[in-house]
């Protein structure tokens, strides 16, 4: 098994669209178990796969080991893709992670799920916090989704920063444009510096998310912006085979 975190300092940067489409094609076009994990109090995830959090779920609580994380997944609506939702507890969760002072409590979770998928991919709440380290321990490969712009840059180099820090407990690191405008002069020339990032264009189709509820390389297969999740997805496997 092997674990993805789609992660960014900032947000607004496209991340669950990106978590989501990343689950979707790991489940269709790699036949992986998949289970998607919404760890973002804001479920956007959750949200854009047609489901909600069971009744007084608590994933906080499986945080503390006072419950099983495996009782609160559901099925989504395509084959091999799971869905552990986001919920109300986990506003709370950065208090919890401090006073119990674990700080690989969130691998040994992660740990949990080989048995019965392939990939799990983790959409994150942005920010460095307790859980971000957590995530940068637990995790095999994190993906990051940057907007073309010098403050995106910015916020890039800080996460490298605090990364080098961790040493040898630092996962890989994709990083990937989102929200690409060609139109734009700035977007076109911040690209162009980096002709080796994976990039995903602004379009009308990941923005029909919210609407359809659906990841785009299911609705919109050929357009634009599906060829480039489906080409990140390659990128992902090649990262985490190395």
């Not at 496209?14 to 489940?27: D, F, I, Q, T």
């Not at 084959?79 to 700080?103: C, G, I, N, T």
Request: charged share 25%.
């Amino acid at each position: 098994m092997k674990s993805i975190a789609v992660f960014s300092v900032k947000g607004g940067v496209g991340k669950s669209a990106l978590a989501v489409n990343l689950a979707h094609a790991a489940a269709t076009l790699s036949a992986r178990r998949t289970l998607l994990w919404d760890l973002d109090a804001q479920g956007a995830a959750t949200y854009t796969l047609r489901l909600t959090a069971k009744p007084n779920a608590s994933a906080r609580k499986g945080f503390a080991g006072d419950a099983e994380l495996t009782e609160l997944i559901q099925a989504s609506d395509f084959p091999r893709l799971d869905v552990l939702a986001a919920d109300k507890s986990l506003r709370h969760l950065e208090k919890q992670l401090v006073v119990d002072d674990k700080a690989k409590r969130l691998k040994k979770l992660i740990k949990g799920f080989e048995k019965d998928y392939d990939r799990v991919i983790l959409d994150c709440p942005p920010g460095l916090t307790e859980l971000a380290d957590q995530i940068f321990r637990g995790v095999d490969l994190l993906v990051v989704p940057l907007l073309p712009s010098p403050l995106s840059e910015r916020a890039f180099a800080q996460l490298t920063e605090h990364l080098a820090k961790l040493k040898g407990d630092a996962p890989a690191v994709l990083p990937v444009f989102s929200m690409v405008d060609r139109r734009k002069t700035l977007h076109k020339d911040t690209v162009a510096l980096h002709p080796d990032r994976p990039a995903i264009p602004y379009a009308a189709a990941v923005e029909a998310m919210a609407a359809t509820r659906t990841p785009v390389l299911a609705t919109s297969a050929a357009t634009p912006a599906a060829r480039a999740f489906a080409a990140l997805w390659t990128e992902v496997e090649r990262a985490l085979a190395k």
